[in-house]
């Protein structure tokens, strides 16, 4: 069990750019969520699948954001023509099936500028 | 919707005393989980403490225990003895079981244990 595990650590983009998160969940859990936090809040909820299939994506922020699960294990998270505003930390977390707890990755931390 | 109010957004408290933390939350749904987390200056969220809508005893883990009154719809985490290492952001979280939604988060308190 290596823990949820998300790349990069750190983002610096420029207004406009696309860029991908990455999340690799903890092996064999069938559920993986995708969280963004602002400074000063508690994690928002964005997505999740079920194992590849994606059963939440109406609070994907706009539809600038997409996220895929191909085969059910790692995950990612994109986001085209970025803007300031989402400068955020993006989380990523697993659990083994619905009622479990989440275990959470260390998170990417996108700058914008 | 469910939503979760954490009302101090700083704490403080002085090392090995015991520190309440307050969440309360708001839900129409019977059966629910409350959760909490600690998230320190690493970024990573770290479970600590799960209490069930059902269960009849406050959960404890270790130097944690959930303060949980139903009818104040409240779930206070309590830290007991503190250590220089609980300094952290600490969230509240819930969700319900009927109808498979994601786990919702307060916006956090921050703790800061003094020497």
């Known amino acids: 069990d290596t823990g949820v595990s998300q790349d990069p650590r750190h983002k610096i983009t420029k207004r406009g750019q696309n860029v991908t998160f990455r999340c690799d969940p903890i092996?064999?859990?069938?559920?993986l969520y995708w969280y963004r936090q602002t400074l000063g809040q508690g994690p928002e909820f964005l997505t999740y699948f079920q194992n590849e299939a994606q059963l939440e994506k109406s609070r994907l922020l706009s539809d600038r954001f997409s996220a895929e699960r191909p085969k059910g294990s790692f995950s990612t998270l994109e986001i085209q023509r970025t803007e300031q505003g989402d400068s955020a930390m993006y989380l990523c977390a697993s659990s083994p099936g619905y009622d479990e707890k989440l275990f959470f990755g260390s998170g990417t931390q996108l700058s914008v500028l | 919707a469910q939503k979760i109010t954490q009302t101090q957004p700083g704490m403080f408290v002085q090392e090995k005393e015991a520190v309440t933390l307050d969440c309360t939350y708001d839900?129409?749904?019977?059966?629910?989980?409350l959760f909490w987390y600690k998230q320190p200056s690493s970024g990573e969220m770290i479970f600590l403490i799960y209490q069930g809508s059902y269960d009849e005893q406050n959960a404890t883990e270790g130097r944690y225990s959930l303060n949980f009154q139903k009818a104040r719809k409240s779930a206070n985490l309590v830290i007991s003895a503190s250590q220089l290492g609980d300094s952290a952001m600490y969230f509240c979280a819930m969700r319900d079981w009927s109808g498979n939604t994601p786990l919702v988060f307060g916006k956090g308190t921050r703790l800061s244990v003094i020497a």
């Open positions: 092996s064999e859990h069938n559920r």
């Open positions: 839900t129409s749904d019977q059966s629910y989980g």
